[in-house]
């Protein structure tokens, strides 16, 4: 079935470090791609969302490109702040079944001053 | 407006005893999602109401687990006889209509079974 593989955490930067949460899918067709994050306390919130290939999504500095050729949609971010500590969450939807998420593990960040 | 809220935020009960876990939409939202995060491992999806009815529940994992939706407000899921495996993180989603990948999700519930 379809799945998703995130890298192991935690990963940890020092404020202001260039991050790379890698992210690569296997399915049939052509599904959608999301990366969630989850805040200390919080529930899981949507980051940013690419529909097809070649698609960027992008919001609060973070972007990833959805690479159809190598299965890929990985996160990164410029410059991280202590605020974007969290658990990132990688995620697909069926192009059939656009309703049921299909998530990795999940990947703790972890900045510091 | 209120977010998706979850009750408890915690409960650990024994192996064999039964637990409901409660779910509130966001008002006005017709499909809610229940899904489970096992320590350290992915979230799978467990299922799908649109409004009252079930639109899939093919992540169900055996029949110890039922899930309501009574009125098509609040969900809840109950676990009978809890065992060992069930432990983890219950988390419940709601969207309104059809958009793609946006789903508020609550904070969860942590189950212990002990």
């Known amino acids: 079935g379809d799945s998703v593989t995130q890298m192991e955490g935690p990963v940890t930067l020092s404020e202001e470090a260039f991050l790379t949460i890698n992210c690569t899918y296997t399915?049939?067709?052509?599904?959608?791609l999301f990366w969630y994050v989850q805040y200390p306390g919080e529930g899981l919130q949507l980051l940013l969302k690419?529909?097809?290939?070649?698609d960027k999504g992008s919001n609060k500095g973070f972007e990833a490109t959805y690479r159809k050729e190598t299965t890929s949609f990985h996160l990164e971010k410029g410059s991280v702040q202590v605020s974007d500590s969290a658990v990132y969450f990688c995620?697909?939807?069926?192009?059939?079944?656009?309703?049921?998420?299909?998530f990795g593990t999940g990947t703790r960040l972890q900045v510091f001053p | 407006e209120a977010g998706v809220t979850q009750f408890p935020s915690h409960s650990v009960i024994e192996k064999g005893q039964t637990v409901t876990l409660r779910c509130d939409p966001i008002?006005?939202?017709?499909?809610l999602y229940w899904y489970r995060r096992v320590m350290g491992k992915e979230i799978k999806f467990l299922l799908h109401?649109?409004?009252?009815?079930?639109?899939?529940e093919s992540g169900m994992p055996n029949n110890r687990f039922l899930a309501e939706r009574t009125g098509g407000t609040y969900s809840t899921l109950k676990v009978q006889p809890a065992e060992l495996e069930d432990s983890g993180v219950y988390f419940c989603?709601?969207?309104?209509?059809?958009?793609?990948?946006?789903?508020?999700f609550g904070p969860g519930t942590r189950l212990t079974v002990l």
């Open positions: 989603a709601s969207s309104r209509g059809l958009q793609l990948g946006k789903q508020y």
């Open positions: 399915a049939t067709g052509y599904p959608s």
């Open positions: 690419a529909t097809k290939a070649d």
């Open positions: 995620a697909l939807s069926e192009p059939y079944n656009t309703d049921k998420l299909i």
């Open positions: 008002s006005g939202h017709d499909n």
């Open positions: 109401f649109v409004k009252e009815s079930k639109q899939d």
